[in-house]
């Protein structure tokens, strides 16, 4: 592979009631509503004492009661949800999975699920089955492929449900996820720079092949997306120290130069994951002050790909999804 030239010399190669039953349960209705009537003695004077209240007479505080013990033998066979947190709020593909935690009590095992909705109607777009659980403290990974495919860029709610389980009145059930593809290459404050920032802009013996993207000395550059490094090299009189990184699935190499002298901590053949550190902002080689020139190849890198204007798809990484 050959190196290229930014900002200074040309490039250098390098997701039935039966009717008959009716009437006896009729009269027995009759015979419990009916108030009582006096009896009269044996001897057929004066009034016998009252009977004594009958089960069929109990207060309607005591069918409560025991209503009410019947509701709690119900919840104590089912399994409560007491907590559910999601760490990490913002995802991108193959970058840090984010953790999703979760605490269950009771003696029930559930069968807990996780469903993945669109966040602007609720509606359901996935659902992972975590398999049965018993009580205590839970953690799974999240990393947005789980369904086997990609989720499309956007904002999601995570939604943990599941047969036996119910939610505590004090613990959440959903936590709210942005999913994004890529991120912004420069992990802090930067410029755009004026018209000779840009793709195309004329240079001594040939046009300029990026971005550049000027930020103060030391700041953190990551990888865009997960991938492969193909190349960590320096050239003195262009693009100082530099870093060629090959994308998973997908067709773009990308390019990051004029990085700082011992900021680089990756190796060719090293597998990235999406915003891992590669190196800091620096102001090696032809550069005139501290910037990141950045270059997006379709194709390879100087082996048989050619450049693109990377400000659109920049410009797409540093807005909200």
Known sequence: MRGSSVCGDPPIPVLPVLLRSTLPVAAATILVLTPATPALGADGGGVAAPDKPSETRRSAKQRAGQSGSGGG??????TLLTSFELHRKRLFLLGRSARVEFTLSGR?????????LNASDRSRLATIDLGEREAGSHSVNFTGLETGTALPEGH???HIAGRNLRRAPSAASTAELEFRHHTFPVAGVFSWGN??????????GHRHQGQDLAAAEGTPVVAPRGGVV??????ARGAGHYVV?????????????????GSIPVVAGQRLRTGQLI????????????????????GGWYTGGEPIDPLP???SWASPA
């Open 195 to 204: 018209e000779g920032s840009r793709f195309g802009a004329p240079r001594k």
């Open 156 to 158: 999601y709610l995570l």
């Open 279 to 298: 190196g800091e902002v620096g102001n090696t080689g032809a550069s005139s002050g501290p910037h990141l020139h950045f270059e997006i190849w379709v």
């Open 313 to 315: 798809l920049l410009q």
């Open 108 to 116: 029930r095992v559930a069968k807990v699920r996780l469903h993945v």
């Open 230 to 235: 193909e190349t960590v090299q320096y050239q």
């Open 245 to 261: 990184v090959d994308g998973d699935s997908e067709d773009y190499d990308y390019v990051f130069m004029h990085l700082r002298s």
């Open 73 to 78: 033998a119900r919840l104590r066979r089912t």
